[in-house]
């Protein structure tokens, strides 16, 4: 932070500014005027107190008198310099990043909005208000001596953890101005790169493990089936239904691979058609009824006659409610309820109206640390449990990349010991009529 004589004192240098320059421009001439008069006094012909007078009157008037004779006057002098000024200021502010420019005793001539607001760089004070890292101040020594780009990589820990790329740029300008830059430093925030790679390779480890389990499982049978368990008939019937789950779980995650692959990338497309949720959701009742029952489950759907449309892909919104009540009926209650219930939220401040789908069960539910993260591709809440029902943790993630496109929200409710509701809102295409 400035002081407040700092900041009294940096005013009055901008506000002088020109003053100045214009004053430096008239040197030669105020020079003469003061050789004269001190001629004067000498000889006896002027008082002193007069001829002090008289050429602070002087230097006043070149300083504020404008110069309009020609190109090389004062005035014109003055207002590139200031005209200089305001265009590398603008130039600064203009990165996207933070950027700081700075002159050759390491003060912040300028700061962009960024960087004011991300390091409380302040103009006036110095580089190590913003960063004491010692590897920064390096950089600024070498791209001074060597009059070249340094980059450096930091690491900040206030306000958050993060990695930064600062890269200090030395600016030719032969003859400037004093008060202009001589160094510019840009500050890249690498974190969310980090993030995306951590993401990747996180991703690429956990389909590989996914993948390898139900193969070696595969292995290990046609092993067996060839050596020891060869002439046994009984073992090779039980085997190969093994086998043939495995094969299945296999097919099922590259299916799901595929259809996450998918979504992801047609995730900005826009939507040019539209869907009658109502319509949707009877026909994923309708799909689904046989595995409830299979689970003893009682499947129900609460919605009025009223058409529902949204602006919406069918087939992508079939998967996010399927994959909903899938959830509901593999993770619910055996025996339990699962109910589907669709309903219409008037608009409210700022937000159109929308349309709200409850998916809800009456199972174990999910406890609270887990709700934020159901959403990231192969989360589960009980990896063994999920993968006893045929669940590859890639549901969900699905799930929130169609409503990304949407536009709509996933919401989670859950308490534990009464089930979860899982609730998608979407918002509503009004006036328009669906064509299937
Ligand atoms: N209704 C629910 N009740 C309790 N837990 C749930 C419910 N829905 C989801 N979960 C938890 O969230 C996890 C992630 O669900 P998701 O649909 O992404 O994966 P999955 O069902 O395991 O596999 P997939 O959907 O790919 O077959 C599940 O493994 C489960 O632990
Ligand atoms: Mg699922």
């Not at 951590?198 to 595969?218: G, Q």
């Not at 049978?221 to 009984?234: F, N």
């Not at 992508?316 to 593999?330: C, G, H, R, S, T």
């Amino acid at each position: 932070m400035l002081s407040r004589a700092q900041e009294i004192w940096l005013r009055l240098g901008e506000r002088f500014e020109p003053a100045v320059a214009r004053l430096l421009a008239r040197r030669a001439e105020l020079a003469v005027a003061a050789a004269l008069t001190a001629i004067f006094v000498i000889a006896g012909g002027l008082s002193p107190r007069v001829a002090t007078l008289g050429l602070m009157a002087a230097a006043v008037l070149a300083a504020w008198w404008p110069n309009d004779s020609g190109t090389g006057g004062a005035r014109a002098l003055a207002q590139t310099a200031t005209d200089g000024d305001r265009l590398w200021r603008m130039v600064i502010d203009a990165v996207p990043e933070p950027a700081v420019a700075l002159n050759s005793h390491g003060q912040i001539v300028h700061a962009n909005p960024q960087a004011e607001e991300q390091f409380r760089a302040r103009r006036g004070g110095h580089l190590a208000s913003m960063s004491r890292a010692p590897e920064l101040l390096a950089a600024v020594e070498d791209a001074l001596q060597l009059r070249r780009a340094c980059a450096v990589e930091l690491q900040a820990r206030v306000p958050v953890e993060r990695r930064l790329l600062a890269t200090v740029v030395p600016l030719e300008h032969a003859g400037a101005a004093p008060g202009t830059p001589t160094l510019m430093i840009t500050f890249r925030d690498l974190t969310e790169q980090d993030r995306l790679a951590r993401m990747r390779a996180d991703f690429v480890a956990n389909a590989s493990h996914e993948l390898r389990t139900p193969l070696a499982s595969l292995k290990g049978y046609v092993e067996t089936l060839q050596g020891s368990a060869k002439d046994d008939a009984a073992a090779r019937e039980r085997f190969l239904k093994i086998m043939s789950e495995q094969a299945e779980r296999m097919s099922r995650l590259v299916d799901d691979l595929l259809s996450l692959s998918r979504v992801e990338m047609r995730e900005y497309l826009p939507l040019s058609e539209e869907a009658d949720l109502g319509s949707v959701l009877t026909e994923v009742a309708q799909t689904l009824e046989p595995l409830a029952r299979r689970a003893g489950v009682t499947l129900t759907l609460s919605r009025s006659d009223e058409e529902a449309v949204v602006r919406g892909d069918r087939d992508e919104l079939m998967q996010v409610f399927q994959n909903l009540v899938q959830n509901a009926i593999k993770y619910g209650r055996s025996g339990g309820k699962v109910e589907m219930r669709l309903t219409r939220e008037a608009a409210a401040s700022g937000r159109p109206e929308r349309y709200r789908v409850d998916v809800t069960d009456d199972g174990p539910g999910i406890a609270p640390q887990h709700l934020p993260r159901l959403t990231e591709r192969f989360y589960r809440v009980n990896v063994a449990a999920s993968r006893e029902k045929g669940g590859t943790g890639l549901g969900l993630a699905i799930v929130k990349h169609i409503l990304n496109r949407h536009r709509g929200e996933l919401a989670i409710t859950s308490k534990l010991g009464h089930g979860s509701t899982f609730s998608v809102l979407l918002p509503s295409a009004p006036d328009q009529v669906v064509h299937s």
